[in-house]
């Protein structure tokens, strides 16, 4: 039988549609190519037992997928440099069942009333595309008050000084801070930066039954082991307990069929790699900002904004040496700090972005974190009869802090995600290509803001300071390398009011299919210096209830 | 159980794997109270990983949620199944494409096995019996061979020990980390404390 929808990508976005058109009443069936590591196999409406603290597995490894060699991207920074310039991984999101949400470290920010207007609040730059969102903070407000609740978000009403205003308190109170992060928030405090606890979609107490996080460090890039993380294990076990949801993990689908302006059914290759096809009467696609754009080219849409506005947020890094101190960043969820003053224009960001030639320029959210865990320690430490010393000093893990400031990139119409003309999947199908460098915005943003935060880490003791970035712009500071390490992909698929100049419109339905819907971040018109998660999950939040008639609870 | 104590080596003959511990001590030396590659087993570790398809099932993946040493079961000896795409992956990697076309479709892949034994043979009959000196001039005349190497080393001695490295948490203990902590976690007191 035909189900009301097809839910492509099991994500955070394809995630929460699901849950809220099956609490209306819907079927789905939710179609994941990656395998299923989150939900029991035995009763799909309990968490599976997979993840661990394993630092092999998740990071050397790839449980959580993409495997690189099966399913590659290639990269290149322009058109200039041919047809490409890397293979292997780029921006690479989990492909698992829960998607981006299993591995992330869980902090869920909102964006501010002004990120939804930028061109009305600071005007063009030249060569971006710098737009306004076709929805206000205001009418997104409801859904990020529902989301935070479905997914369990941990923090303090009032402890950011610069946050959009909210209708009522988080679901839940902040969890321990890092020892660091106690250490580097009082010196941002006394440079006159604003730090706070993180919004963290990590139970700081019990909730929903799952635990308390227990504060094991193995956050970012890991699955919970006990499902204290806000990933989408809540979202889609009650999803399955409705008995209205079917999921179809190791299905990848390879395209939707499209006749005039509907999609009739999609083809999907299953785990025993055999292609078939089921009919369609919706179609919502939650691949994440670069496989969704692959998997619509691949379905023959044509549209001169689709795959273009690639944003990663170009990631300012600077890090911090205590000789005397030991941080021990392997204690806690990853970042418990932030803070939002890179975001805010004052008058050094006015004349940095004067010094630059530019009307205007935003940082981003900055996370206050240590780094590492061994393995990766030791693979920056020397060899030879000083490695055993020298990570028994730990000079590279335990003695460092970092802040890194997820930069807001602005929407450029030449950094793409379109498809390799030779390279391919293991199913034989071409992979995104993505083609993406910072622009003038990105770098001088990085260079002022990177500065500032080098001070802060001086007034936290330091001895010594670095700053670079991701991607690398010298290519010879630490772990340069022109593609990006950012795990944030947005635009691709712009929603808007006009066809002409967006791919979807504003309850994320493309403007020329009238029963397909994007659910992620591919439809963010401008990046904000935030991550997308919280954003995206409150879009399709919306966007399912539009379709369903109802309203956020 | 949480270490592998079958035989070793898997894969490698007795003179590869002869040199391969003498290269990883020199990665990773036993020093003044240290330990190094050879307390730790790390050659171990790259061995049973060249010869991860000997198992059933294979050992690339350890289980969860728990390793037993904080508790909770000992689940991280239980090794994951691979789905037939997993098994894919991780034939190119470690066995190449062999010139079989399902592996090839971005062209050959050398895999992990066949870049050890060339590595190891380019070290030489006598690598061994050699000095440290000299150890080092060979292991550095191969970047590729030594970067290779040195990032298995590190997974070796630092990684958990049901893979086949650190042996008695050598590794861990030394540095003074304690490795995998669930079901126990840490207190918020050590979170937010120095």
Sequence with gaps: ?553 | MARYVGPVPVWLSEGEFASLRAACSEMMPSDQGAPGAEEAGVADYIDILLGAFTFNPPRIWAGGPTSGRMGGEARFATFHRLSRLDELAWRMRIEGSQGIPEREFNGPVIGLQERYRRGLAALGDDFVPVDGKERRRRLRADPEFCELLHGHCCEGMYGAPEYGGNRNMVGWDYIGFKGDVQPVGYSDVEVSGP
């Design chain 1, 1 to 553: 039988m035909t189900p009301d929808a097809i839910i492509i990508g099991s994500g955070p976005g394809g995630s929460t549609a699901a849950e809220v058109l099956t609490r209306a009443g819907w079927s789905v069936v939710i179609m994941e190519k990656g395998r299923n590591h989150l939900l029991d196999p035995d009763d799909l409406t309990k968490p599976a037992r997979d993840f661990s603290n394993d630092e092999i597995k998740f990071i050397s490894r790839h449980f959580l997928g993409p495997d690189p060699l099966i399913e590659p991207r290639a990269f290149r920074r322009s058109t200039e440099e041919g047809e490409h310039t890397h293979v292997g991984e780029v921006n690479s999101i989990p492909t698992t069942v829960g998607g981006g949400g299993t591995h992330a470290d869980g902090k869920v920010p909102r964006f501010r009333e002004e990120d939804f207007g930028l061109h009305s609040v600071y005007g063009p730059q030249d060569g971006a595309h710098v737009d306004d969102w076709p929805l206000t903070y205001a009418e997104l407000e409801p859904y990020y008050a529902e989301v935070e609740h479905a997914i369990g978000v941990a923090g303090r009403e009032g402890a950011n000084p610069f946050a959009a205003w909210r209708s009522g308190p988080y679901p839940m109170p902040p969890g321990a801070p890092m020892y660091g992060s106690v250490l580097s928030s009082a010196a941002a405090e006394k440079l006159g930066l604003h730090p706070y606890e993180a919004p963290t979609a990590a139970n700081s107490i019990a909730y929903d039954g799952r635990p308390a996080c227990n504060n094991c460090g193995y956050c970012a890039f890991f699955g919970c082991p006990i499902h204290a993380k806000g990933d989408p294990v809540a979202l889609l076990t009650k999803t399955l307990a409705t008995g209205r949801a079917e999921l179809m993990a190791e299905t990848f689908v390879s395209r939707i069929r499209i006749e005039g302006s509907r999609a009739t059914a999609v083809d999907y290759i299953g785990p025993d790699g055999v292609t078939r096809t089921m009919g369609a009467q919706l179609v919502i696609v939650a691949g994440g900002a670069i496989e969704t754009p692959r998997l619509l080219l691949l379905s023959g849409l044509e549209h001169p904004a689709l795959g273009r506005h690639l944003m990663v947020h170009f990631q300012t890094i600077t890090v911090g040496h205590f000789a005397e101190l030991r941080l021990h960043p392997h204690k806690g969820r990853a970042v418990t700090h932030v803070h939002d003053d890179a975001m805010v224009q004052d008058d050094r960001a006015r004349a940095a972005a004067a010094e630059a030639g530019l009307p205007w320029l935003r940082g981003g959210l900055v996370e206050h974190s240590g780094s590492g865990l061994p393995i990766m320690e030791a693979r920056h430490s020397p060899w030879g009869r000083h490695h055993a010393q020298a990570m028994r000093d730990s000079n590279l893990r335990d003695r460092m802090w970092a802040f890194i400031m997820q930069g807001e990139d602005l929407p450029y119409p030449s950094n793409t995600v379109d498809l390799s003309p030779s390279i391919r999947d293991a199913r034989g199908f071409p992979v995104a290509r993505i083609t993406y460098q910072p622009g003038r915005h990105e770098l001088a943003a990085s260079k002022h803001h990177g500065k500032i935060l080098q001070a802060v880490l001086e007034e936290m003791g330091a001895d010594w300071t670095v700053h670079t970035s991701s991607p690398g712009v010298s290519y010879h500071g630490i772990g340069a390398t022109p593609v990006p390490e950012s795990r944030h992909v947005i635009g691709t698929a712009r929603m808007g009011d006009d066809p002409a100049s967006s791919v979807v419109d504003r309850w994320g339905r493309v403007h020329s299919l009238e029963n397909v819907i994007v659910a992620d971040s591919s439809v963010f018109v401008t990046s904000a210096g935030y991550g997308p998660t919280l954003t995206l999950v409150a879009l399709a939040a919306r966007a399912a209830h539009h379709l369903a008639g109802t309203l956020p609870s």
